[in-house]
């Protein structure tokens, strides 16, 4: 026994382990078929808040629906619609959507809606054909982001992007970019592609839009609602169950302290984290609150982020003028530096507030300031000191 040679040890352990891969492979087959109904949702932004629209619709409709978001924080969300976080040791791994799947299986739903969570193309494309094998796809757009990934170019985004269109099913989306590379990849998967128009768009009302406790966009209602008709839920039905749901931790808020005699309104933008997103709530909360004396863009950075930082940098440089601009969290310096080159902190006051903490944040806002009334607009990205601002302001929330 001793003389064996170790090829042989080696090929006995990888015998072994193809053995166990492929009863994992029988296995996951089996779950996935027990879920008839699997939503695969993707997209540069609203990934998180669609997913959750869509499942609530569903629920209200009558099927029994869970749900998985990978956003702010990743979430679970059970048939009944309360949820749980879903906590990781390490790195995000999308091998996490077996275990999302299994688990939804043995709840006996009617329908998963899934949050696609990779970036990389090769990894999008195989979660769609291995991992979530999809009914429906939906996309809810196409913008600029994770270029360094997925890019260089917007082009390169949606062909990504298009990775996960489902073989055989349906396809969903409000993308008004690049509709022929999406028209191409539904045929060439056999899908039917459902592209959801401006005037499609258009028909969710501000009455609509009103049902909701946070600021919801009609692209995310327009796309939601399509996806819940195509499995017969009544429009009615399904935009209430949207009005009765959970937000995600990264949707748009507008939260209103009283701190010293001043009265601060933070706009909760952080999780719109590209240039085109961040300008759209940038000039929106502008026109929402021309009446507020001071005005200061907070530009949350991260270290393992500094191509979004130089993005947003350089899309700001047309955007309307802020009295102030603000750069928290960490390695702000790409995000200055981008400011300082093209000469803008002539025109605006520019602060370095690397590692503050919120106190700091709020003291430099009310410092040397005779104004009354300042609107903070947080964007960038929401993790760590982004996350503790939202929660001051949502803990003392006044107005």
């Known amino acids: 026994m001793n003389n064996i040679n170790p090829f042989w040890y080696l090929l006995i352990l990888f015998a072994i382990l193809i053995g166990w891969l492929s009863v994992e492979a029988i296995f996951h087959r089996h779950y996935l078929n027990k879920i008839r109904y699997r939503i695969h949702v993707n997209g540069t932004r609203g990934k998180s808040s669609v997913s959750r629209l869509i499942a609530a619709g569903l629920r209200a409709g009558g099927f029994r629906t869970c749900a998985k978001t990978t956003g702010t924080l990743a979430s679970f969300i059970f048939p009944d619609g309360k949820e749980e976080p879903i906590f990781r040791v390490g790195h995000t791994n999308v091998i996490e959507q077996v275990s999302i799947i299994r688990r939804a299986a043995k709840l006996n739903v009617d329908a998963i809606v899934i949050e696609c969570m990779a970036v990389q ?22 913008r600029p982001d994770h270029l360094d990934v997925m890019g260089p170019t917007s082009q390169d985004v949606a062909l990504a992007l298009a990775g996960t269109m489902p073989v055989k099913g349906q396809f969903f989306t409000t993308a008004q970019q690049y509709v022929t590379t999406f028209e191409m990849a539904a045929k060439d998967r056999k899908t039917v592609m459902h592209h959801i128009d401006q005037y499609h768009i258009e028909s969710v009302s501000d009455g609509d839009l009103a049902g909701f406790a946070y600021t919801e966009y009609k692209d995310n209602v327009a796309l939601a609602l399509a996806v819940c008709a195509s499995l017969g839920v009544d429009r009615q039905i399904a935009l209430h169950g949207m009005w009765n749901s959970l937000p995600d931790p990264g949707a748009l808020t507008v939260y209103s ?11 909760n933008g952080l999780a719109a984290n590209d240039p085109v997103s961040t300008e759209t709530i940038w000039h929106k909360m502008l026109e929402r609150f021309k009446d507020y004396d001071d005005k200061i863009l907070i530009m949350n950075c991260r270290v393992d982020r500094k191509q979004r930082s130089e993005q947003i940098a350089t899309a700001m440089l047309d955007w309307e003028k802020p009295h102030r601009c603000i750069a928290i969290g960490n390695y702000v310096q790409a995000f200055l530096g981008i400011l300082k080159k093209k000469r803008y902190n002539k025109k605006v006051e520019v602060i370095n507030g690397e590692s503050w903490t919120v106190e700091q944040i709020l003291n430099k806002v009310m410092q040397n300031s005779s104004e009354k009334r300042h609107l903070l607009v947080g ?21």
Do not use: D, M
């Open 257 to 267: 302290i009283h701190h010293q005699n001043h009265i601060i309104t933070l706009v």
């Open 121 to 142: 193309p090769l990894l999008q494309s195989l979660c769609e054909l291995k991992l979530v094998r999809s009914t429906h796809g939906v996309l809810t757009n196409a």
């Open 379 to 399: 964007v960038g990205n929401i993790a760590g000191i982004g996350f503790k601002l939202v929660n001051y302001f949502r803990e003392h929330h006044q107005c």
